[in-house]
């Protein structure tokens, strides 16, 4: 089955792939490996989902947020592979920030979120390397971000 088979059979779908907001690029090839720029939680209708995780939202709405930057995610590399997700080899690594409060621990289970996402569409080829990593802030208040690189074939 393909990747874009399995898309279609769990029923997801991909946000627009956004162009970056600041002085970067969305994606970058460099040899085989394809490299995409941090997606930050946003949710269907478009809306930023805010807050912190430990305070404004719990565990399960972190999960939720970091799903949400995993679709962007792969609605990225579909526009960098030309729409093309047989280009992909596997996913190779997935870095997730937490806007969470001082005392929440529970980042991984959070990050989670997007590494289920990434491992339901891919299978064997999504299973990744990972950091979870707690901060106090994120880019416009937002509650995940994850950025991710891939190996193409």
């Not at 970091?66 to 579909?78: F, N, P, Y």
């Not at 080899?89 to 980042?107: E, H, I």
């Amino acid at each position: 089955m393909s990747y874009d088979d399995k898309i279609t059979e769990l029923k997801i779908r991909l946000p627009e792939a956004k162009s970056p907001v600041g002085n970067y690029v969305a994606t970058k090839v460099s040899g085989k490996m394809l490299f995409i720029s941090g997606q930050i939680s946003i949710d269907e209708n478009g809306q930023l989902i805010k807050g912190k995780v430990g305070k404004e939202l719990n565990t399960e709405a972190g999960y939720n947020a970091a799903k949400r930057c995993a679709l962007s995610i792969i609605a990225q590399v579909k526009k960098a592979c030309d729409d093309d997700l047989s280009k992909i080899k596997s996913c190779v690594k997935l870095t997730g920030f937490v806007n969470s409060t001082d005392d929440f621990t529970d980042q991984p289970k959070v990050i989670n979120g997007a590494s289920d996402l990434i491992a339901s569409i891919f299978g064997d080829a999504g299973m990744h390397t990972r950091a979870a990593v707690s901060t106090n802030s994120l880019p416009l208040g937002v509650s995940v971000e994850v950025d991710a690189i891939f190996e193409l074939n």
